[in-house]
Structures are given as structure tokens and as C-alpha cells.
């Protein structure tokens, strides 16, 4: 290269996976009965902002983040459900509210996050600590 010319800087391809994961996730949230889609695009979503922000050198490795996200997505959804059907969540599993099953989607993706995470730490990292600071 010539004096003065820098290097080209290279593409991030997580903005794409982070749109499309959100734009899944609203169709699966907000249209009836698809549900298996918002849980796969919230896992989209929030393990395209661990990815992002683990490649912009915020964090070491992505996995505490996406636990992290895991867990507010877990929260999200029971709020969603207790909203809807207060501190009766048994109760929740046989009400025919559309809302209600939203919010067991958004837990559900929480749920398998943290897993994600979990596993992200202790199988893909083994050998090294993997809740060190």
C-alpha cells in the first residue's frame, strides 16, 4: 500500500442478524400461533448483540451477555404472563388469551438463552475460567 493509505476496515455481518432476529421476533410475538418463530428470533436478536458486542471488544467472550439477555428475556415474559393473569400462573396454562402465550414465547427464548449461555461457558470454553472477570 501506499504511504497514507490505510487499511481497508472489514464488514460486520452482526447488524444483518441483529434486524433480521428482531423482525422475526415481532412477526412470531404479534401474529397468532407463531410462536416457534418469535422464539427463534429472539434467540436470533440476542445472541446477534452478544456476538456484536464480543467482536467490538466489550466484553472477552459473549456467553455471561447472553445469559445476561436470557434472564431479562425470562423476566420480560413472566411479566408479560402476570399482567394478564396476576399471581395465577397455573392458571395461565389453560386460558385461551393470546397475550398470555406471547409471554410464555419470550420466557421460553429466555429460557434456552441462558442455556446457551451456560453451556457457551462451561462446553466451548472448557479449560478456561468461565466466570472470570
Known amino acids: 500500500m501506499s504511504e497514507g493509505a490505510t487499511e481497508p476496515r472489514k464488514a460486520s455481518p452482526w447488524p444483518v442478524f441483529v434486524a433480521v432476529g428482531l423482525a422475526v421476533a415481532e412477526i412470531g410475538v404479534f401474529l397468532d400461533g407463531l410462536y416457534p418463530l418469535a422464539v427463534a428470533g429472539l434467540l436470533l436478536f440476542v445472541g446477534s448483540v452478544a456476538g456484536i458486542v ?10 455471561r451477555l447472553l445469559g445476561g439477555l436470557g434472564v431479562v428475556l425470562v423476566a420480560a415474559g413472566v411479566l408479560v ?19 398470555v402465550f406471547r409471554g410464555f414465547a419470550i420466557a421460553g427464548a429466555g429460557v434456552v438463552a441462558v442455556a446457551g449461555g451456560l453451556a457457551g461457558a462451561f462446553v466451548v470454553d472448557a479449560g478456561r475460567e468461565p466466570f472470570a472477570p
Do not use: K
Open 81 to 99: 404472563v402476570y399482567s394478564q393473569v396476576g399471581t395465577a400462573f397455573l392458571d395461565a396454562f389453560s386460558t385461551p388469551d393470546g397475550v
Open 54 to 63: 464480543s467482536e467490538a471488544g466489550y466484553v472477552d467472550r459473549p456467553w
